[in-house]
């Protein structure tokens, strides 16, 4: 409690203070400028200024973490004054602008908001109308509306962030002279030339050259659209294709320049982004989401790696945002992962970009409302703060890698040593002259692709069949989804439903095509068969014939080879359906035994009931699978002269189906026969060449599965000795910028050097030495490779 006097001099170092008094009745607010408190800039609080410039400030607004205040301020008129917005900015109060500034915000509020919005993704205009409701939450008072003025600081606050972050301030060509992509916080594990690669490693020989790869995966994100709000003209973006975000204006001339060439289709699978990008609907959209291309291996954006779509996932822009990336880099060794590009890469699972959509989406709802400068400046500054926290995330003090790098390196050395174990426990069953024709062949497949590929079975009438059996099972879904179709299905169900059809109508064209290389007779067979008919199968995929040797009229001639490979199969698959049916017959009177026991009301008991009709869907399409593939055995069986079979695979009629214990609950029948102990003719055995194309295979796999997890191992230690080298890079950057910039003003000068100073000393300084058991990083960059038998502890 205070009088009136005390209160005005205890106020003078804090003019933002929340003030209360007691009306007689109550404490009511009242403001520091009503009690009549005057700011003075330019001055200690309390020291006279002598010229005095009040007319413009009787009416000044500070936005600060506790409310929007109302202030009498009043500016600096001496001779040696400052311009008001630098008087502003001595005082931490950020000007809304240079011109005349009757609005600021304090440096702290626009802190504080910056990180808040990293954190939580609250919009701008959610903060700004907290405070507001901070000063007042009555509702009765008027509150000066200054959201319009602190969106522009909160702007230009960012900006200005990433300009001294990026050493701008301290460079004597100044803003202007940035380089695309050069405030962009770059990964350290990533190479970097001239930052933390050796210097001639481009002439290393390419067993050692490998390491020094750069991982990247394309990724395009529809959650981050943008409305057609604003232009470039009235909203451009501060940071000018300086960070993430392409240049707007090459970009868009590119488009323009291929605005009539046609997208090419995807022909392998049904990708919509790819296939579905002309039918995207864009209305009332500048921008349907944004297309973006990330270090693989590390979770973090590339500098110029970043640009809108306006119609799906086009490859035009794709490419364009990937070569403006690779430019920045200058990497001659890159290894990419698209996920519509069907490539897989090693131990590098190429989902990157995935994980950060779920960080980076929960902004969508605020960016899509944006002008084209806002969006992009907002979504650079978020992208920047993902950079800075994977590499925050590196380890304890970010260089003892005690995280990330250690649990990758401790999980790449135990993989490394299981599937190492697992390879040679394989090659003792398999003939040493074997492995060794093997191994020549996958080093002369590595060596030139054109070499035929040893991961790939050689037996392509047993890949013929095979993928027609997996046919018939799609056919056999898509008839189950189509009987399924009722009237009032949701639009999701009936594009489903769509794609069901059209993916399985393109795979059927292309085996079709193939089918015809090894069963000419097939392409007689659809001719006659469509002319019998007067209409065109292809309408209806579910109901196109396969024309498997099993379904051959009789007497047509088939390759005995061909119908061997489908005997066994349909042989195995008869079993594998009747283990099922077994298996299914178990769980569902498992389920109605709990069901009885336990369940008890309507809506338990419909729940329950849901379950045990799904369990009855799976067993009656197993049930369905067995009659199939004994009724190929039966068919083939007489070609192939098979005998033995019949003894355990019996006709399966509806009273087979049954559980174990039916006949104990009844009293009466006999035990299924499909409970029965039985075995399979020892005389049906596989080909003896399919068996050797399945060790071979299995070989090859298991052979790339440890040099995979032993690559790993060594690009692990490759990127501990990239980082390292690139903090001690960055630290010897910002000292070089101590005095690269000469200033007149004594304070000014200082201040440049300890801002630069500060920033080597954050992160990048003291690189220690890395010692764990078993792995050693030298100060001369030098590695000490762990042994296999004794994973690293760091």
């Not at 200005?160 to 803003?175: E, S, T, W």
């Not at 369905?624 to 355990?648: D, F, V």
Request: aromatic share 8%.
């Amino acid at each position: 409690m205070f009088c009136h006097e005390c209160t005005l001099q205890n106020h003078i170092y804090h003019p933002l203070h929340r003030i209360e008094i007691w009306n007689r009745s109550f404490f009511q607010h009242i403001t520091l400028k009503q009690l009549g408190v005057r700011v003075q800039l330019g001055h200690n609080p309390g020291e006279r200024c002598y010229k005095p410039s009040p007319t413009a400030g009787d009416d000044f607004v500070v936005i600060g973490l506790d409310g929007i205040h109302e202030i009498a301020l009043d500016f600096c008129g001496c001779t040696s004054a400052q311009i008001r917005y630098k008087q502003l900015l001595r005082m931490r109060w950020y000007p809304a602008t240079v011109s005349e500034p009757r609005t600021a915000a304090t440096f702290t509020v626009l802190q504080h908001f910056h990180i808040l919005s990293f954190e939580s993704k609250v919009s701008a205009y959610e903060f700004y109308h907290s405070l507001a409701r901070h000063t007042n939450n009555s509702g009765l008072v008027a509150i000066r509306d200054r959201y319009s003025a602190f969106m522009r600081m909160v702007r230009q606050w960012h900006n200005l962030k990433q300009l001294g972050c990026g050493g701008r301030g301290h460079d004597p060509a100044g803003v202007n002279a940035t380089a695309k992509g050069e405030l962009a916080v770059l990964c350290p594990t990533c190479p970097q030339p001239g930052k933390n690669l050796p210097l001639d490693w481009e002439k290393e020989p390419l067993f050692t050259r490998w390491k020094y790869v750069l991982f990247v995966a394309i990724d395009a994100n529809f959650r981050l659209k943008r409305k057609v709000v604003s232009s470039d003209t009235a909203d451009p973006s501060l940071n000018a294709g300086w960070v993430y975000f392409v240049h707007k204006d090459s970009y868009k001339s590119y488009l323009a320049d291929r605005a009539t060439e046609k997208q090419e289709r995807s022909t392998c699978v049904s990708h919509n982004a790819v296939n579905m990008a002309d039918t995207k609907s864009s209305h009332g959209l500048a921008a349907t989401g944004v297309g973006t291309i990330d270090c693989a291996r590390h979770d973090m954006k590339l500098p110029n790696g970043v640009g809108d779509l306006q119609k799906g996932e086009w490859y035009i822009n794709m490419d364009y945002i990937m070569c403006s990336a690779l430019l920045i880099l200058a990497m001659s060794m890159i290894n990419i992962s698209y996920d519509i590009a069907c490539q897989y890469v090693g131990r590098t699972d190429g989902e990157a970009p995935e994980r950060g959509w779920s960080n980076i989406n929960r902004v969508a709802s605020s960016t899509k409302e944006m002008g084209p400068g806002a969006h992009r400046d907002t979504l650079d500054d978020h992208f920047s703060d993902w950079n800075w926290k994977k590499i925050t995330a590196l380890g304890e003090r970010f260089l003892s890698f005690r995280r990330t790098l250690h649990k990758k390196m401790v999980e790449a050395v135990k993989w490394t040593k299981e599937h190492s174990k697992a390879l040679a426990e394989l090659e003792k069953t398999i003939q040493p002259a074997l492995i060794a024709q093997w191994k020549a062949e996958v080093e002369s497949w590595e060596e030139d692709n054109s070499s035929p590929n040893p991961f790939e079975s050689r037996f392509n009438h047993n890949g013929l069949i095979t993928s027609g059996m997996d046919l018939e099972d799609q056919q056999a879904r898509l008839r189950s989804s189509l009987a399924n179709v009722s009237l009032h299905d949701t639009d999701n169900q009936k594009a489903t439903t769509q794609t069901q059809i059209t993916s399985l109508q393109r795979r059927l064209d292309v085996w079709a095509r193939i089918q015809e290389l090894y069963m000419p007779v097939v392409c007689q067979l659809r001719h006659q068969s469509s002319e019998a008919s007067g209409k065109s199968q292809e309408l209806k995929p579910e109901d196109f014939n396969l024309w498997l040797p099993s379904q051959l009229p009789a007497g047509t001639p088939v390759d005995q080879t061909l119908a061997g490979h489908k005997w066994e199969l349909r042989y195995v698959q008869a079993l594998d359906a009747l283990n099922k049916v077994r298996s299914h017959l178990r769980l569902q009177s498992h389920m109605y035994k709990y069901k009885d026991k336990n369940v008890r009301g309507q809506v338990g008991s419909t729940r329950a009931k849901k379950i045990i009709d799904a369990v009855e869907s799976r067993k009656h399409t197993s049930v369905l699978k067995y009659r199939c593939a004994c009724s190929t055995l039966l068919s083939l069986g007489h070609r192939l002269e098979k005998c033995g079979w019949e003894l355990t695979m019996h006709p399966l009629l509806d009273s087979d189906v049954k559980p174990m214990g039916d006949m104990e609950q009844q009293g009466r029948g006999t035990i299924s026969w499909i409970w029965l102990d039985s075995h399979a003719d020892n005389s049906c055995t596989e080909n003896e060449h399919i068996q050797d194309c399945n060790i071979r295979l299995e070989w090859c796999k298991a052979c790339a599965r440890a040099h995979w997890w032993s690559e790993e191992v060594e690009l692990l230690l490759e990127e501990m000795r990239q980082v390292l080298a690139f903090l001690r890079w960055q630290g010897s950057w910002w000292k070089e910028h101590m005095t690269l910039r000469t200033l007149n003003s004594a304070p000014a000068q200082e201040g440049l050097s300890a801002y630069a100073c500060h920033q080597s000393a954050l992160l990048w300084s003291d690189v220690p030495t890395l010692v764990s058991g078993g792995v050693l990083i030298l100060e001369s960059g030098e590695i000490d490779a762990p042994t296999i038998d004794t994973p690293p502890q760091l």
